[in-house]
């Protein structure tokens, strides 16, 4: 049997925790595969994917910086890689080169997981940052058919999405108001982030039947995650997000039913904690 070869292409990409993951299924799964790291500079990404099967891969992740990159050169998208105008997940189809967008499947599907019925009827969402991972959770969001509002420090950037989505653009200053009405409130901004400074939100007028989820992962549980739980409310990491995502890519390489089980995260988790300065 002909070892199926999939990799992550970034610059830099040392730090990549997808090997770990797809290492871990391949192996759990008893898959005859690989999953690599490929360091590609701006300029070496394009001959690379629009010859992937010659270099011998059956598809990949793309990370910083060559998402929007991918998005242009592939043939085909999916709709959420249409719809967000980047492309994370790469496959052949038929010999042709796919793009899709793994996150929104990964945001959502974590959301599912770790607060079940979020989903209130008349759901009512309130996402901070309009960067790539603020499209996700707005496009996913909207999707599942919350009311979705959006927030982010350059307001023309939320606009930008409103226009887009069908959602509501807002300023940080409305966030006190919009707090009051919110369901699920979704950290996407790269504020609590290690090395960065804190997202500093009041959570005082929150539901408290609200739940609070955080796409950053490093640290673990974030300074909104701490403030949140200590409030009573439901709280979501973002690691769920990394790892429910990458299981997209994974069946489109090597098939089989790749699951996100306790054991693969306490082993991202103990990666993670090592890695992050106290
Ligand atoms: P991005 O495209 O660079 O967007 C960054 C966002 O953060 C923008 O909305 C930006 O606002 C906002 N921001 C940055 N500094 C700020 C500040 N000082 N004050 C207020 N807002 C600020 O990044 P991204 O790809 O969306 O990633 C955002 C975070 O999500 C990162 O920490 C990343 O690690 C995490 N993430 C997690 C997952 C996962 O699987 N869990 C997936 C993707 C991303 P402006 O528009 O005003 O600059």
Redesign the pocket.
């Known amino acids: 049997m002909t070892l199926r070869r999939a990799c992550v292409m970034g610059h830099p990409v040392a730090h990549s925790r997808s090997p770990m993951i797809h290492g871990y299924w391949l192996k759990t799964l008893g898959i005859p595969g690989a999953y690599e790291l490929k360091d590609l500079t701006a300029e070496a990404f394009p001959a690379f994917i629009t010859n992937l099967a010659g270099n011998g891969y059956v598809g990949g992740n793309v990370t910083v910086p060559h998402k929007e990159a991918a998005f242009r050169l592939v043939a085909g998208r999916d709709e959420a890689a249409e719809a967000i105008g980047a492309v994370n997940t790469l496959w052949l189809e038929n010999g042709r080169l796919m793009g899709g967008n793994s996150?929104t499947h990964?945001f959502i599907a974590n959301l599912d997981e770790r607060a079940r019925g979020w989903d209130v009827p008349g759901c009512r969402a309130l996402v901070l940052?309009?960067?790539?991972?603020?499209r996700s959770a707005v496009y996913a969001l909207k999707r599942r058919g919350a009311e979705v509002h959006v927030v982010?420090?350059?307001v023309s950037?939320a606009q930008d999405l409103a226009a887009r989505f069908g959602v509501r653009a807002h300023g940080f200053d409305a966030v006190p108001r919009l707090l009051r009405d919110t369901d699920v409130l979704v950290n996407?901004?790269?504020?609590g982030?290690a090395g960065?400074?804190p997202l500093q939100i009041d959570l005082g007028p929150l539901k408290p039947s609200a739940v609070v989820y955080d796409?950053?992962?490093v640290p673990l549980e974030t300074g909104l995650l701490a403030a949140a739980r200590k409030r009573g409310h439901r709280t979501v990491d973002?690691?769920g997000?990394?790892l429910q995502?990458a299981g997209f890519g994974f069946r489109k390489w090597f098939g089989g039913n790749p699951k996100v089980t306790p054991e693969l995260r306490a082993m991202v988790e103990a990666d993670i904690v090592a890695k992050t300065p106290k």
């Open positions: 996150d990964g940052g309009a960067g790539g991972a603020g982010n420090r350059t950037r996407c901004t790269s504020l982030l960065k400074p796409v950053v992962y973002g690691l997000m990394l995502q």
